[in-house]
């Protein structure tokens, strides 16, 4: 089902002055009606972010796509808090994800906290088909995109209005970000969020509790609600980002429409304007006939002397190649991205690979992910039907992120040198089942045969002179 297609069954009207009246405390404690919302306005900025940055630019969507498609492979499943001690150490924990050390530890802690739940078909089933068109990994795909180029995520809820699930959301919906518009009452402070508008096709209105907002911080406040916003990742990098598209349309001007790339001349008092025409002729046709690759180190030969005069600048002399090196590295910075996943030769062995694919789990993916997590799970028990299951909770799968185990050939190194660890603790240590049957053989502490107590060690007398080692005394 497209966008086209819901909005249609949800028989959305175009847009009317909102005339609702919505209670409120003011600052001086008398009531408040919201009935002089307005549409603030985000600037042009979203649709050139969008246009101008992801559409346009390689280098902004490769770091996007990495986010996205790391982010995305985290499965969503629905669960019960069975510890709520462990459940917000674990959310505390897994607030700093780069200062964690012992992963196994945080999966332990997430096992003691929380439990499968499968209690509520309609929550499972949101989860694995959110709407006809998307899987939830698409969900997560497009929630995170737009947030990372606009600084805006906007999730539509489309809520059941009758029945067992009423109010409880039916179908997920991530809408585009470039077009959305946030209602709000401007006139008190702090500005109070009242509705949404969508411009597709026409204008399209949502009610407060059917919108899911998610963005970045956004210090510009203004007076037309412009901080009811987020910032995007791009609008710190927009001096980079215009450099960077402006020299590939240098470059690709230089090839596509730069003309000659010199003017070779006649440079010889012999030369008579008249008379000379056949032989510049002459020398046109014999270098046009060395061109190309067969005739490679071909020489041209004229009876005149000529000379060149270059008129054209290469890429590499307009120093285009060597700026986007510099723009790659600045756009990684600011997104978080290593370095050396988008091919940077300076940074580019199997090592930092490696490192790189755990800093872009740690650093983009799990923050993201966190976001979705606690934003989406905060709707739930306020506005989509779950208000009175406040232990129900969703919350995405660490163990599909294998870079943040321990590197098993370190760990098998150190475990071989742990003599006095069972094998059964040395097996769970490496996240190895063991059978119920070698448990107790298993259990036992084996000591090396090449090992002595201290305690009972007795030194060997060294020979007293060359006769005594000779003789083996």
């Known amino acids: 089902m497209g ?4 909005f249609q069954k949800k028989k959305i009207s175009a847009v009317k002055p909102l005339q609702s009246v919505l209670p409120m405390s003011g600052p001086l404690g008398s009531t408040v009606a919201i009935n002089r919302g307005i549409v603030t306005w985000q600037g042009a900025d979203a649709q050139s972010f969008v246009n101008d940055g992801y559409c346009s630019n390689d280098i902004v969507y ?52 929380f439990e499968e739940y499968n209690g509520d078909l309609r929550l499972n089933e949101l989860l694995k088909h959110p709407n006809d068109e998307d899987s939830w990994a698409d969900i997560v795909e497009q929630w995170c995109a737009f947030k990372l180029i606009t600084g805006n995520s906007f999730v539509y809820g489309r809520l059941i209005e009758a029945g067992a699930n009423m109010g409880k959301p039916l179908s997920i919906n991530v809408l585009p970000a470039q077009y959305m518009a946030i209602i709000a009452n401007v006139e008190v402070f702090p500005p109070v969020v009242a509705g949404y508008q969508l411009y597709f096709g026409k204008l399209w209105s949502f009610k407060r509790e059917e919108i899911l907002h998610d963005k970045y911080f956004n210090p510009q406040w203004n007076i037309t609600g412009n901080q009811l916003y987020g910032q995007s990742p791009l609008k710190a990098a927009s001096r980079t980002l215009t450099r960077s598209n402006e020299a590939k349309t240098a470059a690709v001007s230089a090839f596509q429409n730069g003309g000659p790339a010199g003017v070779l001349f006649m440079n010889d008092d012999r030369f008579d304007p008249i008379s000379g025409a056949a032989q510049a002729q002459a020398l046109k046709k014999s270098v046009s006939e060395k061109a190309g690759a067969a005739n490679f180190n071909q020489i041209a030969v004229s009876g005149y002397k000529v000379d060149w005069k270059e008129i054209g600048l290469s890429p590499v002399e307009l120093g285009i190649l060597e700026s986007e090196k510099w723009d790659m590295i600045s756009l990684c910075n600011v997104f978080g991205v290593p370095s050396q996943l988008m091919n940077d030769s300076m940074n580019k062995t199997y090592n930092n690979q490696m490192e790189g694919e755990k800093a872009l789990t740690l650093r983009c993916a799990i923050p993201l992910l966190n976001e979705i997590r606690d934003d989406f799970n905060k709707k739930l028990h306020t506005d989509w039907g779950y208000a ?49 049957e070698l448990r107790d053989e298993l259990s036992k502490i084996y000591i090396p045969s090449n090992l002595q107590a201290l305690d009972t060690f007795t030194p060997i007398e060294p020979p007293k002179n060359l006769n005594d080692l000779l003789n083996n005394k």
Do not use: C
């Open 388 to 436: 009175n299951q406040q232990d129900v909770y969703v919350d995405y799968d660490l163990t599909v992120y294998q870079e943040l185990e321990a590197n098993k050939q370190q760990q098998v190194d150190w475990l071989d040198k742990a003599w006095w660890l069972t094998p059964i603790q040395k097996y769970e240590e490496m996240g190895i089942h063991v059978p119920d």
């Open 62 to 113: 490769s770091i996007v796509k990495l986010i996205t498609d790391k982010a995305k492979l985290a499965p969503f499943s629905v669960y019960k808090v069975i510890n709520e001690p462990a459940a917000k150490k674990y959310k505390a924990l897994m607030s700093q994800p780069d200062k964690i050390t012992n992963w196994k530890t945080i999966l332990e802690l997430r096992q003691k906290a």
């Open 3 to 6: 966008l086209l297609d819901f």
